[in-house]
């Protein structure tokens, strides 16, 4: 049983990257406000819990992993999910948030909800309290698929290990785009711990979640290349930015934004003598992925820095 919570959790795409405009795409139930009676437990509309898995394989008993909890971001309610001890299932279930249909143990991911839109991020907002916060990550993904007839292929995808936090904070999720075209299914995956053993009490809530912006056509790979950041990954957090082709390109203004979206360096163009690699300077920040976005005269280029 542990090896398909991990299995399930865990799916990941690689490395994201996505641009943002104002717009917004409507999740059913996004703000989890609606709640009724499934399985026999209280359950989100909309989405499935850990209890929909083990209904769908013939288990009649609830684990109550994910609750309805009025300790939320806004609204009346939000959704509480905690890894608990199951004495009939011999292991320790982590809270599970999810969007999908026809989901199955069996299944490396539920099937998608109809979804065609292109956005450029998910946004949510979360606190992860409880035993063992300290010591383990809770995480989130989202995946667009397009169906070719055979089988669903990825169009863009983003995941993020969350931390502690007492409060409310707010992420958004950059979408990196693997396709320019429109996809048909869309699957989300909030899980409590990502852990082989979950701790027992660790607590994730989850509120106010929507799919905002639009995303810009897929980057340019030939632009990228002509472009590179060493060393990568940096120790320190000191990059040097360097060029094979446009001497301009490395003195463009860039911006640096962490995993959530927060810009942590912004560095407007240097002057047009300025010659030979440049310093992007990331030491002080955390270890992670980081996002480099340099604005070259002919369009973005988008690199990923690694501090670990």
């Known amino acids: 049983m542990k090896k398909i919570f991990v299995r399930f959790c865990l799916t990941a795409l690689g490395s994201f990257t996505a641009l943002t405009a104002a717009n917004a795409q409507t ?25 929909d898995l083990l209904a769908s394989i013939g288990f009649p008993f609830p684990t109550a992993t994910t609750t309805r909890s009025t300790d939320k971001h806004a609204g009346t309610y939000a959704a509480q999910l905690e890894s608990k001890s199951n004495p009939l ?21 539920p099937g998608g909800i109809p979804f065609t839109a292109r956005p450029a991020s998910m946004q949510f907002y979360y606190k992860l309290t409880g035993t063992g916060a300290a010591d383990e990550t809770a995480a989130a993904q ?8 055979t ?38 995956l909030f899980v409590s711990s990502t852990a082989d053993e979950p701790t027992v009490g660790r607590v994730l809530l989850i509120d106010d979640v929507v799919m905002t912006g639009t995303a810009l056509p897929v980057r340019n790979a030939a632009r990228n290349e002509a472009v590179s950041v060493y060393p990568n990954p940096s120790a320190d957090g000191l990059f040097m930015l360097t060029h094979t082709k446009e001497a301009s390109w490395s003195r463009a203004a860039y911006t640096v934004t962490d995993a959530t979206g927060r810009v942590v360096l912004r560095q407007a163009a240097a002057s047009a003598n300025s010659f030979g690699p440049r310093r992007v300077d990331l ?24 501090i670990p």
């Open 27 to 51: 999740l059913p139930n996004g703000t989890l406000e609606t709640w009724s009676t499934r399985n026999s437990a209280l359950a989100p509309t909309g989405w499935f819990t850990f209890d």
């Open 89 to 109: 299932l011999q292991a320790v279930i982590p809270g599970i948030l999810g969007i999908g249909s026809n989901p199955t143990l069996e299944s490396e991911f």
């Open 142 to 149: 989202v995946v667009l698929t397009k169906w070719d007839g």
């Open 151 to 188: 089988q669903s292929n990825p169009v863009a995808g983003a995941a993020i290990e969350l931390t502690p936090s007492a409060g409310y904070t707010l992420v958004t999720l950059p979408l990196d785009y693997l396709s320019s075209v429109a996809p048909d299914s869309l699957r989300i």
């Open 283 to 306: 030491r002080g920040q955390g270890a992670g992925v980081y996002t480099l976005r340099l604005e070259t005269p002919e369009g973005p280029v988008v690199q990923k820095l690694l």
